[in-house]
């Protein structure tokens, strides 16, 4: 069964970096485009960013971009996130999911990342 | 960018159906996702490409679009239906994840 499992997520002050890593299972992870979608506390749902499947191509919400990089390791089955100048507007629960051409068809349980000095 | 709106909530009794809105500009020439959320959860899709259903999401779940407009509808609601659900499209024009602000689903 598909399975997603995000990890790196802590207390960051504003202005330093984090990286987060979706560990991916049960599909062949190198033939999927991967996203990161995040939320912050009491709030809706964010699309953060996309990298198809060979990591050819990558796309950002204009909230991240450039400072925010997506990456993935399809030898290793893990997509990243490199959190670069957090601000506390980035706190959220950050969650990998699985791209099925235009939607997201699985969803890992989410990483809590939270901006604060 | 592209923007959707939902209403920001929706009361139903058991048994009743509930039918939730997702307003775009003319969001009929594009495919509509729709996502549950149950409190704490992650979120699950129940709908993609308008109307389609995953494996193992029930047939009470179903979804249109058409000019302005997507609908989820959700019939014969249960208590266990009670969950945020947004809709979702993919900007083609800029490449980006579009969702709409979520609509909170109390069964009373």
């Known amino acids: 069964q598909v399975q997603l499992v995000e990890s790196g997520g802590g207390v960051v002050q504003p202005g330093r970096s984090l990286r987060l890593s979706c560990a991916a299972s049960g599909f062949t992870f190198s033939t999927y485009g991967m996203h990161w979608v995040r939320q912050a506390p009491g709030k809706g749902l964010e699309w953060v960013a996309v990298?198809?499947?060979?990591?050819?191509?990558?796309y950002y919400a204009d909230s991240v971009k450039g400072r925010f990089t997506i990456s993935r390791a399809n030898s290793r089955n893990t997509l990243y996130l490199q959190m670069n100048s957090l601000r506390a507007e980035d706190t959220a629960v950050y969650y990998c999911a699985r791209g099925a051409i235009r939607y997201f068809d699985y969803w890992g349980q989410g990483t809590l990342v939270t901006v604060s000095s | 960018s592209y923007v959707l709106t939902q209403p920001p909530s929706l009361s139903v009794a058991p048994g009743q159906t509930a039918r939730i809105t997702c307003g775009g500009n003319?969001?009929?020439?594009?495919?509509v996702h729709w996502y549950q959320q149950r409190p704490g959860q992650a979120p699950v899709l129940v709908v993609y490409?308008?109307?389609d259903r995953p494996s193992g999401i029930p047939e009470r779940f179903s979804g249109s679009n058409s000019g302005n407009t997507a609908t989820l509808t959700i019939s014969r609601v249960e208590a266990g239906d009670e969950a945020d659900y947004y809709c979702?499209?993919?900007?083609?024009?800029?490449?980006?994840?579009?969702f709409g602000g979520g609509t909170k689903l109390t069964v009373l």
């Open positions: 979702q499209v993919w900007d083609t024009s800029s490449d980006q994840g579009v």
């Open positions: 003319n969001i009929g020439i594009k495919s």
């Open positions: 990298i198809w499947y060979d990591g050819n191509n990558k």
């Open positions: 490409d308008d109307s």
